[in-house]
């Protein structure tokens, strides 16, 4: 596969990317260097080969669901700039 400018410059829009057009060629020739490498990988023959890592092979660590508030209300609330009781306090935005 080989990528033309037009394509080219619509990737980079979609991107947004900035490109001048004298790096328009050597970007296109990144690019289409890089469609090679894929094409590449893509002709290698995987049939039989077992991934190496899976989701079905994954096992997760369980834990306790416990709430807890850490019993740390007074530190968390020293970090507000205004607080009322137990709460922030935040400037009212709808009136």
Excluded: C, F, H
Aim: proline share 4%; charged share 25%; glycine share 8%.
């Amino acid at each position: 596969m080989s990528l033309d400018p037009a394509t080219v410059r619509r990737i980079a829009r979609l991107a947004r990317i900035g490109i001048d057009e004298s790096d328009l060629q050597s970007l296109q020739g990144d690019l289409n260097g890089i469609l090679g490498w894929i094409e590449q990988l893509n002709e290698v023959n995987v049939d039989g080969v077992a991934p190496m890592v899976g989701t079905e092979t994954a096992v997760l660590r369980m834990r306790e669901d416990i709430v807890t508030d850490g019993n740390m209300r007074d530190a968390v609330l020293s970090n507000a700039t205004d607080t009322a009781g137990p709460y922030y306090t935040v400037p009212k935005v709808v009136e």
